[in-house]
Structures are given as C-alpha cells and as structure tokens.
C-alpha cells in the first residue's frame, strides 16, 4: 500500500518528464517582493525562446524554505533538477552536482569562497553585500553630520545622538529576523574583518562570545538601546513595516543589506538617501559580511543532469540574465552594470573600497540555526538582559547544539 | 430420543459457530479497508517518526542510528526548556479561559432564541477562519504600527507594547487564542446542555433553587463529561499551538512566545535536525496523551466519588 501511495503521489506531483516535446526542467525558486513568480517566468522565458524544446517549470516553495522543498521532493523519490537559494555544507554536498569540471564556472562571483573540499557544488549570479548604514540625507544635514567621518562605533553613536538632538529615531530596528540580522550585518563586520577564521574557530569549539570581539559590539548595542537610540517599540514592527518607517523619513538610519536599493527606488526616494559602510572598532574601512546571490545548484538526482547544467550556465553567465538577476534584487558583479539609482552606484563604490567579502560558508558557517538564537539574544537586550548574559546565552546555546 | 436430541443439539452448536464465523469474517471484512488505511496513515507514520527520533537523520542523508541522544539532548538544549514553558503557560491558562468562557457563555445563551443564535454564530465565527489569518488581523491591530497605537499616537500616548513586550506579548498572544477558540467550546456545550431534562430543572425551580444553584449543583454537573472532552481537546489543542504564533508574534519578542511546536517546525526542521525535531515531536505526543489520560482519570475519580 504505502508504495502505492508513493507512487501515486510522484505521479501526481508531476515528475521530471522526457516528453515527446522536450524536457521539463523542474527549478525550485525564492519568491520575495522583488523575486516575483512573473519575474522568474519572464526571465526563463528568453532561455525557452533559445532553446527550443525545454521548458522551465518554477516550483515554489510556499511557506517552507527552498531546503525543506528539496527534502520534501526527495523524500517523495520525484526530484527537481535545479534549486536556487540551497547552500550545500559538507553535510549535504553528495546531494548536488560537482560542478567543479565546468570551466565557466571559476569566473562566477565568490566561486573559491563556496567550495566544500575544494569541489564546486554551487555557482551564483552575484553578491550581496550587507555590511551598510543607510541614512537620510535630510536628516544628517539637519544634525549636522558628515557621513564620511564616521568610521568608528564612538562616532557611530556620537551621530545618533545628535540625530536625536535634531528630533529624529537615531536608527531604525524591526521585530521578526530583522533584529539579529541588523547586529550580525554590524558585528559581523568588524569581528570577520579582525579574524576571518573566527567562526570557524567556534565551530571547532575554540575561543567563546564572552571574550570574543563580539561582546563590546553587545555593549554598543545595549548603550543605544538605554539612550533612546532604537526604540524597543520597533520589536513590534514588521520587516516591511520597518522598512516602511526609514523611507518614510520617520527615522535617520537603517542597516540593512544592498537589497534595499531596489526597495528604496520603488519608493522614488534613493536619491534622498544616502549609504555608508559599517563603522568598527577596528580596522576602516572594514570587509563587507555578504554572500553570494542566486546561488544555483544541480540537483543530484535530476533525470535531466547535462540540461541542468546547461540552464545553470546560461542563468550564471548570459550578460542579459546577469544584469536582470542583478538588477531585480540590487546585487552587485564585478564587470557588470546596469542602470542604478545613486544609491546603487553608492553602495557598488562600497563594494569596489572593501577588502574582503567576509562570507559564511563551508567551515565557517554557523551552526544551524544560529540566527534565531542570536535573533532571540539581541531582542533579550531590549528586555532587560546584559550584554554578558546575551553572549552567555550564545555561547550555552552554541555548545549545547554542538 | 435423547441420542437424537444430542445430534440436534450438537447441529445447532455447529451452525451457530458457522454464523458466529461468517459474521465474524464479514465484520473484519468491513473492518479491513479502515484497519488498513488507519495502519497505513497513522501508525507506520508513527513508527517511523518514533524510529527516525533515535537517528541523527538530517533530512537528506542517511540516518544513522544514535540511541537515546535526542531526547537527553532535549534536556539540555535550552530552547526546549524555555518553549515549554512558554506552551505550558499558554495551555494552561488558555484551557482554564476557554473552558470558563465557553461555559458561561453558553449558560448565558441556553435558552432558544433568534439573539441567542446570533451571540452563539458570533462566538464561533473565529473557529472558521484560519488561525494563520487571525494573528495576521491581530497583529495589524495590535503592532506597534497597528490600529490601536495609531489610534493612541493621534492623543500623544506612547506605543502598548501588546507585541513588543515580553509580557504584554504572550498576554495579547493567549487572549487572541482564546478569543479564536472558545467558540467551539460555546458549540460543544449549548449541545450538551440541550440534554438536561427540562423536568428537573422545573422540579428544581418549584424546589426553590436560585439559577445560580440550579446551573452549579444540576447543569453543569450533568454536562461535566462534555467539560472533560472539550478540556482534554483544548489542552492538547493548545500544546501545539503553532499558526497564531508564527502569524501573531512570530515567537517573538526574545522568544518569550516560542512554543514548542514552533521550536520544532521553524528551528529543528529548518535547521535540517530532522532526528532530532521529530524526538521533539515524539515527546510532545506522549505529552499530550499523557496530560489527556490524566484529566480523563481525574475526572472518573471525581464521577466516581460523587456518585459513591
């Protein structure tokens, strides 16, 4: 019975086809506000228009992440042939083409930064870089700031006081994942920038959160929350609604990664903005904490490898497709433009001065699910822990998963 | 004569154990197709769960097997320990409301009449929406940029924290439940309380019984099976409380409202811990069925000393 069932269900989920037509490509994808369902069947369609007799399916994810959707077609023994947005780690690389003998592949951004034991098994159409501090024009001239002066965390929180003085919330925060997120685009910055290996460090249970460079970056954050520079009221805010906030001029500052760009100019109000990258207390400027954008990966078990791989190529090196993936979410590669607001050509000049893209893969990502606990931590800030209990409570939670 | 009565006697036993047989193979012939699907949707899904819960399965590779880990893991991992106290506030104190609520309003609304209909269908209305839906409505009423603190800022008053603080959070969290489900509570009762034989509530009266002694000593010790039901239903509803979170508070604020359901399925699963969520998934099961057992038992004991 319980094969039956199975096979009825492949049968109905619509497998991978050979038809007599041509060859289905099966791609699981992100739909976000930028990621459209329209925008990815515009944009397949001009590889279906070059490539007669192949058609790209999209295969959303629903409310599930694109990992769960793999594992859930896995599982079901009817695999796709090609996801976006799956990091594979050493754990899980058997499951993906090694696509290393692809000689197109080593031009690709970050494609050394992601190998699993020197093998390739994802390739992307750009970066994100995350490591910025957004801000209102009006609102700096109005405090009297220069936003190229501040480079140091002491600055950095000099400046929100005098946007505080001239009546604006200093920096924008948001409940939900934006909280962690916004600290870990911060910290991040300046800890990878002093030891690229630090997370690496952790995960082979060397060195801790509580005597780490991460704790006076608690300190810092703990210091603005006491001062009234973010507001514990922005827990109860949206991501969409947070953004919303910023643009709307109710507060001077926002972190957040290069894809608010293209949020930013759907509002028409990038050339009211400007960007800054992430001051530290150490080195300036600092690497940029980021990562590689529309990562594709090639499904093991594809029925249709050769075609996938094919697909793959031209999503990843097709000048057209490039600039369109690129430009859709603001992300950035080196050697391509595309037409940018002010603030996109901003943040690529950012992009063009940091030493490093500091990226968390391979040895030095983080344990599963360390953003919802780092996320949990740094909201505990607002409601009454110390900086030492949020970097102990790291830390315990760290080693207990380990 | 008495050789042939025992022939015929022996016939007649013979024939009635060929029925009992034939009804007997009819009757699992009937049963089958059940027995079958309820094996087969249910208890192999819950073998496998129980044995993939002794696994390191990550979702992808092979399980290996890793005896008892994941559950002393779930003593020391301290997500679980902070999400059960989370569920086990929100079930408790959730039951308690919904219970109460749904008993008093259903007292109130016993009688048959167009308005009470209306107050009972008004009751029950957030039962039929998705609990998903819900927390979205609630959370665009009660966010920091919701309909209420909008309303607030135009007087000048600082944000209610009803999703930002910690406490206010879990409180707005637990009213929304209870608001969404003591309608089905209402429904359960009014039906019960159809039951009670209007004599002995005019016998009652007639006797001088106030309302108040008539529902405390009469209506609801007769319905109080129905209270055991819609208590065990509501208490193992509520420990797996997960659409409202995720929709409403999003486990948040510092997972003051991270349940354990919503620890398994937006933390264990997604971080492809696929043993290891579904140990925590086992145990919450034997949770449930436990806690159900004992309101059951304690409420047996209670019919059984009062009938004694």
């Known amino acids: ?402 | 004569m008495v050789e042939l009565a025992k022939l015929n006697a022996g016939l007649n036993d013979r024939s009635r154990r060929q029925a009992r047989l034939r009804e007997s193979a009819v009757s699992l012939g009937m049963m089958g197709p059940a027995v079958l699907l309820y094996t087969v949707m249910t208890v192999v899904p819950v073998g496998v769960a129980v044995y993939l819960s002794f696994t390191d399965w990550d979702g992808f590779s092979t399980a290996s097997f890793t005896g008892l880990d994941n559950y002393k893991h779930l003593f020391d991992d301290p997500s679980s320990s902070d999400a059960w106290y989370v569920t086990a506030l929100i079930a408790a104190v959730g039951t308690v409301l919904m219970v109460g609520l749904g008993l008093v309003y259903a007292l109130a609304l016993k009688g048959r009449s167009r308005s009470n209909s209306f107050f009972r269908a008004v009751a029950y209305f957030p039962h039929v929406i998705s609990a998903l839906i819900l927390g979205y409505l609630w959370a665009a009423i009660l966010g920091t940029n919701g309909a209420i603190n909008n309303t607030l800022a135009k007087f000048g008053i600082e944000p209610v924290g009803f999703l930002f603080d910690e406490q206010f959070a879990l409180i707005s969290l637990i009213a929304v439940i209870v608001w969404a489900g003591f309608g089905f509570n209402v429904v359960l009762f009014v039906a019960a309380l159809q039951t009670v034989p209007a004599e002995l509530l005019e016998a009652a009266a007639i006797d001088g019984a106030s309302k108040r002694q008539i529902n405390l000593r009469i209506v609801i010790p007769m319905i109080s099976p129905v209270v055991t039901v819609a208590t065990v239903l509501n208490l193992v509803g509520l420990i797996r409380a997960y659409d409202i979170v995720v929709s409403l508070t999003g486990g948040g604020p510092a997972g003051s409202t991270q349940t354990f359901t919503y620890l398994i399925l937006a933390r264990s699963f997604e971080g492809t811990k696929v043993g290891y969520a579904t140990a925590q998934a086992v145990f919450l099961m034997v949770v449930s069925a436990v806690l159900a057992l004992l309101v059951t038992a304690l409420r047996n004991r209670q019919d059984q000393a009062a009938t004694s």
């Open chain 1, 1 to 402: 019975m319980a094969p039956l069932v199975m096979a009825s269900a492949v049968a109905c989920g619509g497998g991978s086809d050979q038809a007599s037509e041509g060859t289905t490509l099966r791609v699981i994808v992100n739909i976000t506000p930028n990621l459209t369902e329209k925008y990815w069947n515009d944009l397949f369609a001009n590889y279906e228009k070059a490539n007669p007799g192949v058609h790209v399916k999209l295969e959303l994810t629903g409310t599930i992440s694109a990992d769960a959707k793999l594992r859930q077609d896995l599982a079901a023994g009817d695999p796709p042939d090609v996801s976006l947005q799956i990091v594979p780690t050493a754990d899980t690389a058997s499951l993906f083409t090694d696509l290393s003998d692809q000689p197109w592949l080593a031009k690709t951004p970050l494609a050394d930064q992601y190998t699993i034991d020197g093998k390739h098994y994802v390739v992307g159409v750009g970066e994100q870089i995350q490591s910025l501090v957004f801000y209102s024009k009006a609102a700096f001239e109005k405090a009297g700031l220069d936003a190229s002066k501040i480079q140091t965390m002491d600055q950095f929180t000099a400046a929100m006081g005098d946007l505080k003085d001239a009546g604006y919330k200093p920096l924008q925060s948001a409940g939900q994942w934006v909280t962690g997120s916004q600290f870990s685009m911060m910290a991040d910055a300046g800890v990878l920038t002093a030891d690229p290996e630090w997370t690496a460090k952790r995960n082979k249970g060397e060195g801790s959160f509580a005597k780490s460079g991460y704790l006076p970056y608690l300190q810092h954050y703990k210091n603005w929350i006491d001062k009234g520079y973010l507001e514990k009221s922005a827990l109860g805010l949206t991501y969409a609604d947070g953004q919303t906030a910023f643009l709307n001029g109710k507060s001077a500052m926002y972190i957040m990664g290069s894809f608010f760009v293209p949020a930013a100019d759907a509002a028409k109000k990038s050339d009211d903005l400007g960007v800054f990258t992430m001051p530290t207390d150490g080195a300036h400027p600092s690497g940029q904490f980021g990562n590689m954008s529309n990562p594709y990966v090639v499904v093991n078990k594809s029925h249709h490898k050769a075609e996938a791989i094919k697909f793959v190529k031209w999503a990843t090196t097709d000048p057209e497709a490039i600039k369109s993936q690129l430009a859709s979410d603001g992300n950035l590669r080196e050697g391509f433009t595309y037409p940018m607001s002010s603030l996109g050509t901003s943040v690529q000049q950012i992009l063009d001065k940091a030493p490093s893209v500091l990226v968390q893969s391979g040895d030095s990502k983080p344990i599963a699910g360390f953003s919802d606990e780092l996320n949990k931590q740094i909201q505990s800030l607002y409601t009454g822990s110390s900086p030492a209990d949020a970097a102990d409570g790291l830390d315990k939670w760290w080693n207990s998963q380990s």
